[in-house]
Structures are given as C-alpha cells and as structure tokens.
C-alpha cells in the first residue's frame, strides 16, 4: 500500500463564477486502491468531481496520440533505458505494495458520486476502454467526457465541462473553445497546453499524467514516462489556469520521494 495521500489546495479567481465553487481533481487511479482519497473528498465535500485520466489499466501502448510524440534523441533514449531498468528492479520487491486492484475503480465510481456529480475524461491507459467499462460508468452515475462536453449548473453558473482524450479530436476541441461563459477542460495530458492552441483558451485546464516527476528534488520532478527528464508541467497550477495533479496511484515501482500521492481541490472564487 502506498502511503496515504495527501489534500492539496489552491485559491484560483475566476471572475466568470457568481458565487465561490470547489472542484475536487482526481487523477491517475490507475486501478490502485483509494480509500484515503476517498476520506479526502468525504470531510472536502466539493461541489464536483473531475477525474482526469488513467483512472482505469486498459494499455496499448502507453503513449500519447501519435500526432504529439516527442523524437528520442540518444540521450533521451538512455534515459528512457535506465528508468526503466531501475523501474523493474524495484518491482522485484515492490510488487506486492503497488498492486492492481480492477475492481477499485468501480468502487470508486460508486462512492465519489454519492459525494458529489462525477465527471471523467480519458487517458493513455485507457485507449481500449470496454462495453462493460462504459456500462460501469453509466450505472454509477458518472459522466463520461470523451472528446465531448456537457453542461452543468452550479452555484449559479453554467460551467461547460469538456474532456479531451488521449486521441484528441481537434475538431470537438475547437467548438468547445468556441463556447461562451465559463469553460472547464479536463485534459489528461499537460503537454497539450503547449501543443494544441485551443487548449489555452479553456478558463481552466485540470491535467494530470506526469505523477509529480515521480521522484522530487528541490521543488522539481525528476522524471515522466513521456516527458522524460524535468516535465516541464510536473505538478501545481502553471499561468493561472493549468492545475496537474501528481496523481493518485502510482504504476512505477520506484518509490516516489518528496512527492506524495495527492487530491487536489481547487477554491474558485469570482473575486
């Protein structure tokens, strides 16, 4: 078992709100077991819940969507060679304590939604979502945002919900930035901030993928699975509007350091 995560809070204005709202940021389950977050979001009560990614281990092939893969020099290459060299070492010993748990998502779903309306978009570990898993979702009352959007009434505001998937639909994307009012963008992948245009133009963007760099050292991660050496967008909240979660699970076996498992609840308020 990991250890127990932690509550992560920041204070953001949005001046499109009428009233303050909370949002409650979980990412990266990844079929982990997650009691603690859920005792975080039981005593945070927030007004909604917005799971960006991964919550689910249904893995091609781990990257990101073809159009935005990054060249691996040789540098970047032996980098990639030696985390992952150090990442099956540990597994020799660590596997017990990072275990799947399938049925955890399920038991997630059902118990988050009876906090507050859940809203989910998908991630690179999910590019083979099944029938049974939509089905899941669908009976525990969660909204699936797969290169699609929602309205949602809160506090006195409409909020425009979207999720961009792994496979983005820039097409979907781009009605969605067209939107008036106030644009909430679940995007499991930050790097998406910088590549695709239509992305900056949500009011805010909750990202998640890089689980923190994995290993923290003076107040920056280590390393990512896509990103490699120092992601750029490791965690916290980057030009006021792009908010990454370090994640709630783990899928590497190295231990984190100085990077603790997280729920992040994000404070709006119009002024």
Same mark, same amino acid.
């Given at each position: 078992?990991?250890?127990?995560?932690?509550?992560? =809070?920041?204070?953001?204005?949005?001046?499109?709100?009428?009233?303050?709202?909370?949002?409650?940021?979980?990412?990266?389950?990844?079929?982990?077991?997650?009691?603690?977050?859920?005792?975080?979001?039981?005593?945070?009560?927030?007004?909604?819940?917005?799971?960006?990614?991964?919550?689910? =281990?249904?893995?091609?092939?781990?990257?990101?969507?073809?159009?935005?893969?990054?060249?691996?020099?040789?540098?970047?290459?032996?980098?990639?060679?030696?985390?992952?060299?150090?990442?099956?070492?540990?597994?020799?010993?660590?596997?017990?304590?990072?275990?799947? =748990?399938?049925?955890?998502?399920?038991?997630?779903?059902?118990?988050?939604?009876?906090?507050?309306?859940?809203?989910?978009?998908?991630?690179?570990?999910? =590019?083979?979502?099944?029938?049974?898993?939509?089905?899941?979702?669908?009976?525990?009352?969660?909204?699936?945002?797969?290169?699609?959007?929602?309205?949602?009434?809160?506090?006195?505001?409409?909020?425009?919900?979207?999720?961009?998937?792994?496979?983005?639909?820039?097409?979907?994307?781009?009605?969605?930035?067209?939107?008036?009012?106030?644009?909430?963008?679940?995007?499991?992948?930050?790097?998406?901030?910088?590549?695709?245009?239509?992305?900056?133009?949500?009011?805010?963007?909750?990202?998640?993928?890089?689980?923190?760099?994995?290993?923290?050292?003076?107040?920056?991660?280590?390393?990512?699975?896509?990103?490699?050496?120092?992601?750029?967008?490791?965690?916290?909240?980057?030009?006021?509007?792009?908010?990454?979660?370090?994640?709630?699970?783990?899928?590497?076996?190295?231990?984190?350091?100085?990077?603790?498992?997280?729920?992040?609840?994000?404070?709006?308020?119009?002024?």
């Amino acid at each position: 078992m990991a250890k127990k995560a932690v509550l992560t =809070e920041y204070r953001l204005t949005v001046p499109q709100l009428r009233q303050p709202l909370t949002i409650a940021h979980v990412s990266d389950l990844h079929e982990r077991d997650a009691t603690d977050i859920l005792a975080l979001l039981q005593t945070v009560q927030p007004d909604l819940i917005a799971v960006t990614g991964d919550s689910f =281990e249904r893995y091609q092939n781990g990257e990101t969507d073809e159009r935005f893969r990054r060249k691996r020099s040789l540098l970047r290459t032996a980098v990639y060679v030696l985390a992952y060299a150090a990442d099956g070492l540990f597994a020799l010993f660590r596997r017990r304590a990072n275990r799947q =748990e399938p049925e955890s998502v399920q038991r997630f779903m059902e118990q988050a939604v009876g906090i507050a309306p859940v809203f989910v978009s998908l991630g690179n570990h999910e =590019e083979q979502l099944t029938e049974a898993d939509h089905a899941m979702l669908q009976k525990c009352g969660a909204t699936l945002l797969d290169n699609a959007g929602t309205d949602f009434f809160a506090k006195g505001t409409v909020l425009h919900i979207g999720g961009l998937s792994t496979n983005a639909d820039e097409a979907w994307l781009h009605d969605f930035a067209a939107q008036s009012g106030f644009r909430l963008l679940l995007c499991h992948h930050p790097e998406y901030y910088d590549l695709l245009p239509d992305v900056r133009t949500a009011d805010l963007v909750l990202s998640g993928h890089n689980h923190g760099g994995q290993v923290r050292l003076f107040g920056r991660g280590v390393f990512s699975s896509s990103s490699g050496l120092l992601p750029k967008y490791d965690r916290g909240v980057f030009d006021g509007r792009l908010v990454v979660s370090a994640g709630c699970g783990n899928t590497f076996f190295v231990p984190r350091f100085g990077n603790p498992r997280e729920l992040v609840v994000l404070h709006l308020s119009p002024e």
